[in-house]
Structure formats: C-alpha cells, structure tokens
C-alpha cells in the first residue's frame, strides 16, 4: 500500500451555484471531499466564485456560460490537464463537460441533457451526446487508468432505481435506448460503482420539488459515479447524502461520494 492514498470523490447538481453557493460550502466542510464534480452551476466563466473555493483549499475549473448548464471541478489533490467539450460540436447543446487530472485520476463533471420527450428532437440529440462522451474517452484516456466519470446522467439506470416504474412509462430517463446508451458508455469500461456496493432498491439522487416527493420518497438515482475497474476494485463506501437536501433553498439533487483509493 505505500503511496497509495484514499481519495473521496463526489458529484452534485446544485442546480444555479449562485443561489447554493452557502449550501456548497457547508456541506464541502462536513464531508470533506477530496474532488466535487458539479453541475447546473448556470454561472459564466467569469462569474464562478474561485476566491471561495480557494478558501475552502481548493482549485477549481469551471465550464460554462451564464445561462443554463455549466459543470466545475473543484479539488484539494491537484488540478492539471483541463479540457472541455466533446470535441464534436458540444456546445451545440451548452457547457456539459469538462475532465481534469486530480491526485492521479482522470475527473469528468458531465451534466448529460436531459431529452426533453421521446418525440422530442432533444431525444435523439441526448443519445447521440452520450454516443459523443464515449468518443471523449476513446480519444482521452483508457480503461486501464483510473478515470472517474462524475455528474448527473438524466437516466435511471434500472427499475430498481425510480420510486415506481408505472409512472414513467413513456418518458424520458428509463426509456430502452437510454439505458442501452447508458450500457454502451460502461461497456467503455466503467463501473456504477455505487451500485456495486449497494444493491438496495429506492436509493435515489434526485426528487421533484413538487408534490412533496423528497418526504415521500418519490425520487430517482440519476447521478452516478461511473470508474474504471482500477478504482471500483479498491472503492470501500459511498454515501447519498440526503441531509443536504433538506433545510432551506436545496437543489433537487443531492450529492453522492465514494471513497476509494489511488496510487
């Protein structure tokens, strides 16, 4: 085990970080993790709070444009080797992904769009993203280094992982093709790590702010921690973090962290 070292990778849509930005502070102090991936951040370039990050002990790179979207990594292990975009036209559809090297892992943050309906040209468009992520990783990287590919999916990878399968029959996020593209980004050579150690139904990462469904437990697991093998192997926790979406002004995801280990 010399040099190995454990390191706690997270990932959270906070849904406008200029609105949760106190919230992302409070929780980074408690839960002390070592890399966040996030998404929704909606904040331009210029814009995203670096100076409160750093006072927190970490870099931080930010993907976006001030309007919908955007993705940040933020980490207290290293920030080097920054890249955005698929590289194929990806800003077609707004900031969704920026990858970076921390602490000896390759960090994706990626917010995969959401397909709208299934008769919706934002349908095809979503599958056709994640065809595109795939490529990234192709090109980028490989299946035998430790990579991480952190964010918010906007798929439920199996029944299991919605409240009640009925209700969404027909609609975005569990239909056959996504879980399928879902499937092929794996085949890649990841693993839904969090999955692998926890097989429980109902585990879920995001609820509706409407109709109570946080209290009644009506959610969905649409953020994922997907990793190569390297790092699944020596992965020991992960945690969904409810408490951080309760109290005031949370977003309608909540993080998700594994503690694994590098070197």
Same mark, same amino acid.
């Given at each position: 085990?010399?040099?190995?070292?454990?390191?706690?990778?997270?990932?959270?849509?906070?849904? &406008?970080?200029?609105?949760?930005?106190?919230?992302?502070?409070?929780?980074?102090? /408690?839960?002390?993790?070592?890399?966040?991936?996030?998404?929704?951040?909606?904040?331009?370039? &210029?814009?995203?709070?670096?100076?409160?990050?750093?006072? $927190?002990? /970490?870099?931080?790179?930010?993907?976006? %444009?001030?309007?919908?979207?955007?993705?940040?990594?933020?980490?207290?292990?290293?920030?080097?080797?920054? &890249?955005?975009? $698929?590289?194929?036209? #990806?800003? #077609?559809?707004?900031?969704?992904?920026?990858?970076?090297?921390?602490?000896?892992?390759?960090?994706? *943050?990626?917010?995969?769009?959401?397909?709208?309906?299934?008769? &919706?040209?934002?349908?095809?468009?979503?599958?056709?993203?994640?065809?595109?992520?795939?490529?990234?990783?192709?090109?980028?990287? *490989?299946?035998?280094?430790? +990579?991480?590919?952190?964010?918010?999916?906007?798929?439920?990878?199996?029944?299991?992982?919605?409240?009640?399968?009925?209700?969404?029959?027909?609609?975005?996020?569990?239909?056959?093709?996504?879980? %399928?593209?879902?499937?092929?980004?794996?085949?890649?050579?990841?693993?839904? +790590?969090?999955?692998? $150690?926890?097989? %429980?139904?109902?585990?879920?990462?995001?609820?509706?702010?409407?109709?109570?469904?946080?209290?009644?437990?009506?959610?969905?697991?649409?953020?994922?921690?997907?990793?190569?093998?390297?790092?699944?192997?020596?992965?020991?926790?992960?945690?969904?973090?409810?408490?951080?979406?309760?109290?005031?002004?949370?977003? %309608?995801?909540?993080?998700?962290?594994?503690?694994? +280990?590098?070197?």
């Amino acid at each position: 085990m010399t040099g190995r070292r454990r390191v706690r990778i997270a990932t959270w849509n906070v849904n &406008s970080l200029t609105a949760r930005l106190p919230r992302v502070e409070e929780w980074i102090g /408690y839960a002390q993790p070592d890399v966040v991936c996030l998404q929704e951040t909606k904040q331009a370039d &210029s814009a995203f709070p670096h100076e409160a990050f750093a006072a $927190l002990g /970490y870099e931080t790179a930010h993907h976006g %444009d001030g309007r919908w979207n955007g993705v940040a990594i933020a980490s207290r292990v290293g920030l080097a080797d920054v &890249s955005t975009g $698929l590289g194929s036209g #990806e800003d #077609e559809q707004g900031t969704r992904v920026i990858a970076a090297e921390c602490g000896g892992v390759r960090v994706l *943050s990626v917010y995969v769009p959401n397909g709208r309906a299934l008769d &919706s040209e934002h349908y095809p468009a979503k599958l056709a993203w994640l065809a595109g992520l795939r490529a990234l990783l192709d090109r980028t990287t *490989s299946p035998d280094r430790p +990579v991480a590919v952190c964010g918010d999916f906007n798929v439920a990878p199996e029944d299991r992982d919605v409240w009640d399968p009925s209700q969404f029959e027909g609609m975005t996020h569990v239909s056959r093709p996504e879980r %399928d593209a879902l499937a092929d980004l794996e085949s890649w050579g990841l693993v839904d +790590v969090f999955r692998r $150690l926890y097989p %429980d139904d109902e585990l879920f990462t995001w609820w509706d702010y409407r109709g109570g469904s946080f209290h009644r437990h009506r959610g969905m697991r649409i953020d994922l921690i997907l990793v190569t093998e390297v790092l699944a192997d020596r992965t020991t926790y992960g945690l969904i973090d409810r408490n951080a979406r309760k109290g005031e002004k949370p977003s %309608d995801h909540t993080p998700v962290f594994i503690d694994t +280990v590098v070197g």
